[in-house]
């Protein structure tokens, strides 16, 4: 229930926000980038959890930077930082995947409002995944292993505010994330 309530929450909130760039299009006009979508620090918060790595849900921050590569398509260093205490196994993990992300911007295939961006992408990379047993706790320690490897899918849009600032929320197989985009 908890989590229903969490994600219904996150879709009012992002409803409201798209509803206040649509208002604010009026007024803002948006040059379309001739250079392409890369040079782009993206910066995202989300609830949830990579499933393979326990499937607790928690709080998670994400970070990349967008390079052009191609026409229509980017490649963008990342990395996610996610943690959780379980209270009964007396254990705390933390997992920071990090890699690279290559997106394919849909523009033009779709033809899209130059206030809008929409893309697929996958990312690659591995995690970085440590667990601290609580002080005194003696009793069983095991835990299941899991792969260093990373594999995420998503599929994300954009709006533009400005011509430097944009809101984007991005969907995934792991970690859904909504964040701010700087151009």
Known sequence: MKKTIIILLFFVALASTTIY????AVRVTYVENSKGYGNTLN?????G????YYGHTAPVLSANYEFDVANNFTLAPFATFYSYHNVDRHYHTT???VGVKGSLYLDQLLH????????VAGSLGFSIVKSVWDDGYYRDTYYHEVSPLFLDLHLGTEVHLSNNIGLFLDLS???STIGIAIH
């Open 21 to 24: 760039a649509q208002n604010r």
């Open 43 to 47: 910066l995202g918060l989300g609830i």
């Open 49 to 52: 959890g990579y499933s393979n």
């Open 95 to 97: 997992i920071i995947p």
């Open 112 to 119: 899209a409002n130059s206030q809008w961006d929409f893309y």
């Open 173 to 175: 197989t792991g970690v």
